[in-house]
């Protein structure tokens, strides 16, 4: 009965509309998405960047406009191991091959990485020898202060 | 029929029970549609917190009872339709038509004058770690924020709601910053703490223990319903 079920499933399909009109008008023709971290559990921040990737596979990169927001511990994704010998507020440091390699994908499709300046200044982090690839527009004075100016210009915000 | 009040079904949604409370409501669930609904709402309630949206529109129709009443479907995706069309010109055009004037502390506690100001700042954080560590991370980086705007002349307004986990932080007995939640109450008139009511309600139940909070706190009946309400306004969200 393909007709009946056309009739059931329009409705649904309907609602997808306001979705789009919603997030065009917020972003013009890319929806927009900060996502937060700021843990050290290095399953976990793989688990969020997979879920990253998998926002993309979705939607298209063309189509999205994402930020990826890492303070407090959130730092130790970018921090290399050998950078834990003197950075003693740092519970763990994530910045392995694979972890390495995810976070290149990622900004490869688009996405941009931010990263907090107060904790980098709190915890005495020197951004060209503790981090992986941490160009100086990527630091932003304050990661916290960040994810309310950025939900304050349309970005929903998804702590994974 | 088993009574379930609001209490019990907001701290099944928050997944706050223990497994006996919760085979306990899932069976009243089953037996009574209504009730379910009423789950089905709150889980919805508390979905809404991943979104940043005005208008929420993919979250409406709790699908409970089987029916084959799909014009009412249809008439009521064809009313979303139109809020969410709506909704969308509305952000589009920037009017922010929606009231961001929020109810506040009576007594004025911690707390600045509501002004009708569309410039300021509004954040509300959402703390649900047993980490205390984060928690004091969360106070350096909100006191830097309190400074920095009010050097700037620009108005900023912050509330750190606590509850499960998070509660710990407002504890009389457990807080690690005590001192320094009581300084920051004292020193910015635009911090507010809160904390929920629910989760001491819960623990005084299971552990049957009084639990104190500070005095600095405002105490809310449902933190996550408090959350939500402050997106709806248009505040910021942020959880740690």
């Known amino acids: ?160 | 029929m088993t009574n379930n009040s609001d209490i019990d079904l907001n701290a099944y949604v928050d997944g706050e029970l223990t497994p006996q409370e919760r085979v306990r409501v899932l069976e009243a669930i089953q037996q009574d549609s209504a009730l379910a609904r009423e789950v089905c709402e709150l889980n919805n309630l508390k979905s809404q917190l991943q979104l940043a949206y005005a208008n929420p529109p993919g979250i409406v129709a709790c699908k409970i009872a089987r029916g084959s009443r799909h014009w009412l479907t249809l008439a009521a995706s064809l009313l979303m339709l139109a809020v969410g069309l709506l909704g969308g010109w509305l952000v589009g055009n920037e009017t922010q038509a929606q009231d961001r004037l929020v109810v506040l502390d009576p007594e004025g506690r911690g707390q600045a004058p509501a002004s009708a100001d569309s410039e300021e700042t509004r954040i509300v954080f959402h703390l649900t770690t047993p980490d205390q560590t984060a928690a004091g991370e969360l106070l350096d980086d909100v006191e830097q924020m309190l400074a920095a705007y009010e050097a700037d002349g620009k108005p900023l307004r912050v509330e750190i709601v606590s509850n499960g986990e998070g509660l710990a932080f407002l504890r009389e007995r457990l807080s690690h910053y005590k001192e320094r939640i009581r300084h920051l109450a004292q020193r910015y008139r635009n911090l507010t703490f809160v904390a929920c009511k629910n989760t001491i309600q819960r623990l005084e139940v299971k552990q049957g223990i009084e639990v104190e909070i500070v005095p600095e706190a405002e105490i809310i009946d449902s933190g996550v319903s408090h959350v939500v309400k402050r997106q709806k306004e248009g505040w910021s969200y942020i959880r740690v």
């Open chain 1, 1 to 160: 009965m393909p007709m009946s079920r056309l009739t059931r499933q329009l409705p649904w399909l309907l609602l997808l509309l306001p979705v789009l009109s919603v997030a065009t008008a917020i972003a013009g023709d890319r929806l927009r998405v900060v996502y937060h971290i700021n843990d050290s559990d290095p399953a976990h921040q793989a688990y969020a960047l997979r879920t990253v990737q998998n926002h993309i596979d979705a939607e298209g990169a063309d189509h999205l406009d994402i930020r990826v927001v890492l303070h407090g511990n959130g730092l130790s994704m970018l921090l290399l191991p050998e950078a834990l010998g003197h950075l003693k507020n740092f519970p763990r440091a994530n910045a392995d091959g694979q972890m390495m390699a995810w976070v290149d994908t990622l900004k490869d499709q688009g996405v941009r990485f931010e990263i907090c300046g107060a904790t980098l200044r709190r915890r005495g982090v020197d951004v060209d020898s503790d981090l992986y690839g941490v160009e100086p527009d990527e630091i932003v004075d304050s990661g916290v202060a960040e994810l309310a100016r950025l939900q304050q210009q349309g970005y929903i915000y998804i702590k994974p």
